[in-house]
């Protein structure tokens, strides 16, 4: 919808830009995914898991540079957005949104998300296999214990 809207002001479609850049923010939002789902699993209550999420979207979106451009930012901001994944998935998109798919960065951009992917979901493979291997809660046994009505 946005690139509906946005093509009447003068954006210009890049079908293979667009592909590319699909891909890698379908590698952006598996990691959140994953982070998140594992995240709340390891802490185990609604009320823990708000705090560190919230506590961790700001400071990625301002470190991005996807709310506010860093070129605006004080010099110590910018080094700091080079820590952050997000800064290179959108340094990325951008270039790729213009039509270049061969930059450099759209290659650092898949550069830092490719093991990014695969460090979250090594991690949450290991929590899902400690939480499996638990004993359920006593209302949690009471349920699967219970037999089915016939129908």
């Keep these: 919808m946005v690139?509906?809207?946005g093509i009447p002001l003068g954006f210009h479609f890049h079908f293979l830009g667009s592909v590319v850049a699909f891909v890698l923010l379908a590698l952006l939002t598996t990691v959140f995914g994953?982070?998140?789902i594992t995240l709340a699993l390891v802490t185990g209550d609604i009320?823990?898991?708000a705090a560190p999420i919230n506590g961790m979207n700001l400071p990625l979106l301002l470190l991005s540079g996807v709310l506010l451009p860093l070129t605006?930012?004080?010099?110590?901001?910018r080094v700091l957005a080079?820590?952050?994944?997000?800064?290179?998935?959108?340094?990325?998109t951008r270039v790729l949104a213009t039509g270049t798919v061969n930059?450099?960065?759209v290659r650092?951009?898949?550069?830092?998300?490719i093991?990014?992917?695969?460090?979250?979901?090594l991690w949450a493979t290991r929590v899902y296999r400690t939480a499996v291997s638990r004993d359920p809660p006593e209302e949690v046994r009471y349920v699967r214990t219970k037999p089915c009505p016939s129908i």
């Design 3 to 5: 690139v509906a809207i």
């Design 34 to 36: 994953i982070f998140s």
């Design 47 to 49: 009320n823990s898991f």
């Design 72 to 77: 605006l930012a004080p010099y110590w901001m």
């Design 82 to 92: 080079h820590f952050n994944p997000l800064y290179y998935v959108v340094e990325g």
């Design 103 to 105: 930059d450099g960065k």
């Design 108 to 113: 650092l951009a898949f550069a830092v998300m």
């Design 115 to 121: 093991p990014s992917t695969a460090i979250v979901s």
